[in-house]
């Protein structure tokens, strides 16, 4: 009896190991444009959006969000599969259930339709073609002034 009460208690050490272990666990994925940071339980705890030198549309941002996002959490059933062999192991019941619950939670996420930097032009007479975007052009802020004080049409 005082056997299993040591090993029931040495299985309730390495869980608290796992679990703290998780707790301080962060994984982080980016894109250029997004960077996001999730804890091991999938929660967001940080997004941060660079500036680019020209504007991306709204819908292009969230987009790019939730794929960032997507990938982070999708790494999380490989950690938690790593922390439960460094603590735990892997053989017992509960830590194959805490592992599928990871995996069923957290799937790949679905492969990219296409890229934000490529647009699809079809010709008549041929096939779909891919090529970069062109970057969009405009003018420098003083192009369009000539020099005259502002105040002087009043």
Same mark, same amino acid.
């Given at each position: ?8 208690? &040495?299985?309730?050490? &390495?869980?608290?190991?796992?679990? *703290? ?14 960077? #996001?940071? %999730? ?10 959006? *660079? ?9 292009? %941002? ?15 059933? *490989? #950690?938690? &599969? ?15 259930? %805490? ?6 939670? $957290? ?6 339709? +296409?890229?934000?930097? %490529?647009?699809?032009? #079809? ?9 970069? +975007?062109?970057?969009? +052009?405009?003018?420098? +802020? ?7 004080? $502002?105040?002087?049409?009043?």
């Amino acid at each position: 009896m005082a056997d299993w009460q040591e090993q029931v208690a &040495r299985d309730a050490d &390495r869980y608290r190991e796992l679990r *703290d272990r998780l707790a301080q666990t962060t994984l982080t994925e980016t894109d250029g444009l997004v960077t #996001v940071t %999730v804890s091991a339980s999938g929660l967001l705890k940080e997004l941060t959006l *660079d500036e680019p030198w020209n504007p991306v549309p709204l819908a292009d %941002v969230s987009a790019r969000i939730m794929a960032c996002l997507a990938k982070a959490q999708a790494r999380i059933p *490989d #950690v938690v &599969r790593q922390a439960m062999a460094d603590t735990v192991g892997d053989e017992s019941s509960g830590a194959r259930a %805490v592992l599928a619950t990871a995996q069923e939670k $957290f799937p790949p996420p679905p492969p990219p339709e +296409r890229g934000p930097d %490529v647009v699809e032009e #079809v010709r008549i007479g041929g096939g779909q073609e891919r090529r970069p +975007r062109e970057p969009i +052009r405009r003018p420098a +802020r003083d192009e369009d002034w000539d020099e005259r004080p $502002f105040l002087e049409d009043v």
